[in-house]
Antibody, heavy 125, light 107 residues
């Protein structure tokens, strides 16, 4: 069974940092581009970042570029998102998701076909 | 930045057809995807490339995309279809956009 499980969400103070993890199972993790998406109560789903199957290429939404860093360890079948300089408005449920196809020109043209259940991050003093 | 607009809510009676729309400038020129999201669960891809269904998605789910509007149609709607539905498009490696979501209520 293809599965993604996020972890690492926590309560953190503004300006703080956090690392989220996503453990994959049931599919050849190293063959796929992987993504992070967040959901806030007021704004719905927001795509944050993508990393190529090898980990050599990364993409970021303008809203998080420079503050969030995506990475992966194919040996551990794990995806990561390092969050820094956190703001109250970064509070959200963070999801990892698989992209069956990711084109440099058109992005995930086949959508995001496997998602985790999410991990909650709350930024508050 | 590109924006997608969905109605906040749609209601349908069991057995009837539900139609959820997604509006964006020249949306028909892009490939739209649709996701189903139930509380506490993982989002599920129900359509990609406007009308293609992933393995395991019932034929009751269909889609179209033309002009400025993409449409998700759920025929013979069942109680289990009650969920939030999101449209999504991407037109570059860093422009992946979701609509605001539509809450489908099966009355």
């Amino acid at each position: 069974q293809e599965q993604l499980v996020e972890s690492g969400g926590a309560l953190v103070k503004p300006g703080g940092s956090l690392r989220l993890s996503c453990a994959a199972s049931g599919f050849p993790f190293s063959a796929y581009y992987m993504n992070w998406i967040r959901q806030t109560p007021g704004k719905g789903l927001e795509w944050l970042s993508c990393i190529s199957s090898s980990g050599k290429t990364t993409y970021y939404a303008d809203s998080v570029k420079g503050r969030f860093t995506i990475s992966r360890d194919n040996n551990k079948k794990s995806l990561y998102l390092h969050l820094s300089s956190l703001r109250v408005e970064d509070s959200a449920v963070f999801y990892c998701a698989r992209a069956p196809i990711y084109d440099a020109s058109t992005g995930p043209s086949y959508g995001l076909d496997v998602w985790g259940r999410g991990t909650a991050v709350t930024v508050s003093s | 930045s590109y924006e997608l607009t969905q109605p906040p809510s749609v209601s349908v009676s069991p057995g009837q057809t539900a139609t959820i729309t997604c509006f964006g400038d020249q949306l028909g020129d892009k490939d739209a995807c649709w996701y189903q999201h139930k509380p506490g669960q993982s989002p599920v891809l129900v359509l990609y490339q406007n009308r293609r269904r992933p393995s395991g998605i019932p034929e009751r789910f269909s889609g179209s995309n033309s002009g400025n509007t993409a449409t998700l149609t759920i025929s013979e709607t069942q109680a289990m279809d009650e969920a939030d539905y999101y449209c999504q498009v991407s037109d570059s490696s860093t422009s992946v956009v979701f609509g605001g979501g539509t809450k489908l209520t099966v009355l």
